[in-house]
């Protein structure tokens, strides 16, 4: 069964080091999205990107984040400066539309 | 703003035991509803999806039905085992389809016992 595929699986950073998540989607699917899940909250919508630009971002999503799908697989999460409360895990998804969307296993970051 | 609910937060049961989960959401106006299931410190892993035009999906021992006018979804589990011992997230994505978030509810955190 295709799989969505995230890199790396746990990354640890400093304080204002930019950091970059990588995901590959699923190959045939349209949409591509960045969830994050704080740990014991919620998992929370980031960003919808399709057709090579955003089509809707949260309030989370502000300017230190930005996405890119740089070749014709990969997808990446970009935060700039990261803060102690971006420690997260953070789970790339795709969808295909009536198929629902598929989950990566997610990339834990720990902002020290 | 659309609101996800589960109800309960936490359940624990006895192997072999049906059981319900329960979903609501606030704003009926939705795309579709999808379950996942969430093991400890892993990814979200899909479980079944509702069309906004269906009432229920079944695969295998689980069954989720749709009332999208009330804004209610249970997903029905039936024989639990221990290996169903998970954390199960409701979420729906609203009309505008894919290109709209999913919005999450917090969870019902199964325990089934040996």
């Known amino acids: 069964e295709p799989e969505v595929t995230q890199t790396p699986s746990h990354q640890v950073t400093q304080m204002g080091q930019e950091v970059i998540l990588r995901c590959v989607p699923i190959?045939?699917?349209?949409?591509f999205y960045w969830y994050r899940q704080i740990l014991g909250q919620k998992v929370e919508f980031l960003v919808s990107f399709y057709n090579n630009e955003i089509s809707e971002k949260s309030e989370i999503f502000d300017d230190q984040f930005s996405v890119e799908r740089p070749d014709g697989s990969n997808f990446t999460l970009k935060i700039r400066s990261t803060k102690l409360e971006d420690s997260a895990m953070y789970f790339c998804a795709s969808s295909g539309g009536l198929a629902g969307y598929t989950f990566g296993s997610g990339t834990r970051l720990t902002v020290v | 703003k659309q609101e996800v609910t589960q109800i309960p937060a936490a359940l624990s049961v006895p192997e072999g035991e049906n059981l319900v989960l329960n979903c609501s959401f606030t704003d009926s106006a939705i795309y579709n509803l999808q379950w996942f299931r969430q093991d400890p410190g892993k990814g979200l892993t899909s479980l079944l999806l509702?069309?906004?035009?269906?009432r229920e999906q079944t695969s295998g021992r689980l069954n989720a039905s749709l009332d999208k006018s009330s804004g209610r979804s249970t997903l029905y589990i039936a024989a639990s085992q221990p290996g169903d011992s998970a954390t199960y997230l409701c979420a729906v994505i609203g009309s505008g389809g894919g290109a709209d978030g999913l919005t999450f509810g917090k969870g019902t955190h199964l325990i089934i016992q040996p």
């Open positions: 190959s045939n699917h349209l949409y």
């Open positions: 509702i069309q906004s035009s269906q």
